[in-house]
């Protein structure tokens, strides 16, 4: 087991996946996560069939692999009482509950730090724990619509498209609260001082535009005045979803480069609308095998990208923000002529031709692929765990490389309670009162024995 954060105890209350996506990646750099699960289980747990996956799902196995479940009713007040007696020896607790939901069931952080002052509580929601949205429930397709992310696409209809499969936003804010949570764990080493974190998908979304959300003084005014106006207007235009972003993209062409006459180009594809879709050097292409991306960004890969497919652009040295007119269509061409060259031979071929010659290129990857690629088995990014339920399993391993603490593959995710009586002998309490609690239906324990004790 990796020993970053041995000794480190976290109470996971959190559930489906920004505060589990947090408390898995702990628990690889050897914290000891205590998932704590309502008698039900966690809502993650009921994102697929309970009969073929026997109490588990995908998300569940994914996001809580490395944890112990203990299973404990918070609405009860000897469960409160569990949990406060466990979070007198903890140092971290985890929860994204709705704002309010915590202090209903007593794990609120002003109730936990007056339990113990070192206490670092992490509260993660949809939009914050201050503002005028800070009551709303949210979940990723929320935040996505809410942080202004929605606004850069387009589905095949012209109306605002969806994270689609991969709830980055999530996913994004499990990262930040683990990095936020050892920044806080880094400065309670310094100071000996405990604290409150609070995360938001809203923060996240928002953060992951940055570039797009630069407005510069000077050269911006009038552009933003101009999209503010569209959108006041709408009421009156009823403008489609495509029209506004269309209309945002080609006022920004106008401000970015006032001397061009050419309209904004839009593809025949679902993501609207920049010319960056019809810039040669960066773009996916069509082989005889699969696709292929490209992204030549610097005047010497884009001569070496036209040398090896015999190609002439007289415009590869220019700066992509000063692209002319005559420039761009003359690149708009080439676009078409790269993609002829590339159809007639394989991924294989063009990958090994593109390395040599030194340009950025990759494989467009679907899932299958992705168990058998060389580099993610390389970097151990493929982990073979164990669920007592389901048996063995394939899940994604850890995305960071220590020298001197290897992250290996731990436990797999547990079932629900599994650990119960296990935590709870090890808090102190003996087998008389667990199974008191466990009649009474205080706290639940798997069908199958846990590690120590029989159910």
């Keep these: 087991m990796n020993s970053l954060l041995s000794g480190i105890k976290v109470l996971d209350f959190s559930e489906y996946i920004a505060g589990p996506y947090c408390g898995f990646l702990l628990a690889d750099v050897g914290a000891d996560v205590i998932k704590i699960e309502p008698p039900d289980g966690a809502e993650e747990r009921r994102l697929g069939s309970p009969v073929r ?16 479940s203990l299973s404990v009713d918070l609405k009860s007040e000897e469960g409160r009482s569990i949990v406060h007696e466990l ?16 202090d209903r069931l007593g794990i609120d952080y002003d109730t936990l730090r007056a339990i113990n002052p070192q206490i670092i509580f992490l509260s993660s929601t949809a939009f914050g724990e201050v503002g005028p949205y800070r009551s709303r429930k949210g979940f990723d397709i929320i935040a996505h619509a809410a942080s202004g992310i929605m606004s850069n ?13 991969l709830p980055y936003i999530d996913i994004s804010t499990g990262i930040y609260n683990a990095f936020a949570i050892a920044s806080a764990l880094f ?57 506004i972003i269309d ?29 960056l879709h019809v810039y040669p050097y960066y773009r996916t292409y069509r082989t005889a095998s699969g696709y292929i991306s490209i992204a030549a960004l610097n ?29 761009y269509f003359a690149q708009k061409r080439l676009m078409l002529q790269i993609e002829e060259s590339l159809k007639a031979e394989s991924n294989d071929y063009w990958l090994e031709k593109l390395e040599a010659a030194g340009v950025p290129c990759g494989q467009v990857n679907y899932r299958p692929d992705m168990y058998e690629d060389p ?30 603490t290897p992250v290996e593959p731990n436990r797999g995710a547990p079932t629900l309670g599994e650990d119960s009586r296990a935590v709870l ?31």
């Design 87 to 102: 979070v007198k020896t903890a140092d971290v607790v985890v929860q994204n509950f709705v704002p309010g939901a915590s």
């Design 153 to 165: 696409y387009a589905d095949g209809q012209a109306e605002p498209r969806g994270p689609g499969g």
């Design 187 to 243: 400065h309670r080493l310094k100071t000996g001082e405990g604290q409150k974190i609070e995360s938001s998908l809203f923060s996240t979304g928002m953060a992951l535009q940055m570039i797009g959300l630069v407005n510069i003084d000077e050269l911006d005014e009038s552009m933003t005045s101009h999209e503010r106006e569209v959108l006041d207007d709408l009421p009156n235009s009823h403008k489609s979803h495509t029209d």
């Design 53 to 68: 996956y026997r109490g588990n799902t995908r998300m569940s196995l994914a996001f809580n692999r490395g944890k112990k």
């Design 375 to 404: 580099q993610a088995n390389a970097l151990g990014m493929l982990w073979q765990l164990e669920n007592s339920d389901l048996g063995g399993y394939t899940t994604v391993g850890h995305p960071i490389r220590y020298s001197k």
């Design 247 to 275: 209309e945002f993209a080609n006022a920004r062409l106008r401000s970015e480069q006032p001397d061009t006459a050419r309209p904004i180009e839009v593809p025949e594809c679902s993501h609207r609308p920049t010319d």
């Design 299 to 327: 005047t010497p890969q884009r001569k070496k990208l036209c040398e090896l497919l015999a190609l002439e652009d007289p415009f590869q040295d220019m700066s992509f923000g000063s692209i002319s007119d005559e420039a």
């Design 425 to 455: 002998l090890e808090q102190g309490y003996d087998q008389e009162q667990i199974d008191q609690w466990l009649e009474k239906g205080v706290i639940r324990v798997a069908s199958k024995p846990d590690a120590q004790g029989t159910n």
